[in-house]
């Protein structure tokens, strides 16, 4: 479908885009910075598959998802309770080193953006990543320029599957409930937009937490971003 389709017969005024597993594939990075805070706390690696299931919302519960082994880490132990504020330390400083080092911008991405672009619609990024690794994170990969503003997982006091970051970023584009689309790739992007009463795009390349995608309820789910054009 394409995105013009959803605002017949014009395209939105504005996009929000998630970041992690809809425009850019930081898995790799993200892995890496986990196995070295399990090595250091004295645990074995996880490894990347896990953590691709892990992704998704913001980085204290990626710990103690790791801390648990397990996407369903809830109720958390005793001792990983105790554990996560050092835990969490580490994870920070290894991930500082490694933000964007073997991160890639999925396929299509660009030509949509272009395209978005080219027709006027502003564009900003919704993401539950922590702000201070948001913005290194846009320049290099080279997706910056494209974005007027990003709301990160510590600018409001509350992450997606709220849904107040997608207002929050609506508001600061000037744009309203009609004519404003979230595009992401996990059940906290899909249930936010739902929440602000959005239209909704999902991607069935990123990180859903190992489930499929395709039945919660998104306008439009699709393989790549080009699809929107």
């Known amino acids: 479908m394409s995105l013009k389709g959803l605002f017949n017969p014009r395209w ?33 690696p996880a490894g990347l598959a896990n953590v691709r299931n892990w992704v998704g ?3 204290s519960i990626l710990v103690r998802r790791a801390l648990a082994g397990k996407t369903d880490w809830e109720p958390a132990l ?3 309770d105790a554990l996560h504020p050092d835990a969490l330390s580490i994870f920070y400083q290894s991930y500082a080193e490694l933000n964007g080092r073997h991160a890639v911008v999925f396929e299509g991405v660009f030509e949509c953006l272009d395209h978005l672009k080219a027709n006027g619609c502003r564009m900003a990024v919704v993401t539950n990543k922590p702000d201070q690794f948001v913005a290194p ?35 600061k584009l000037g744009s309203t409930i009609g004519t404003t689309v979230m595009v992401g790739d996990s059940a906290a992007d899909v249930n936010a937009a739902q929440k602000a009463g959005m239209p909704c795009v999902a991607v069935r390349y990123g990180y859903n937490f190992g489930a499929s995608i395709d039945s919660l309820g998104a306008d439009a789910v699709v393989d790549s971003l080009t699809e929107l054009l």
Request: proline share 9%; net charge negative; aromatic share 6%.
């Open 137 to 171: 994170l846009l320049e290099q990969t080279g997706l910056a320029p494209y974005f007027e503003l990003f709301v990160g997982g510590d600018t409001l006091d509350v992450k997606k599957p709220d849904p107040a970051p997608l207002l929050h970023a609506m508001e």
């Open 12 to 44: 939105p005024a504005a996009a929000l885009f998630d970041l992690d597993g809809t425009l850019v594939d930081s898995a790799p990075d993200l892995a890496a910075a986990v196995d070295d805070m399990l090595t250091k706390l004295g645990r074995s």
């Open 78 to 80: 005793p001792k990983d």
């Open 57 to 59: 919302n913001g980085a």
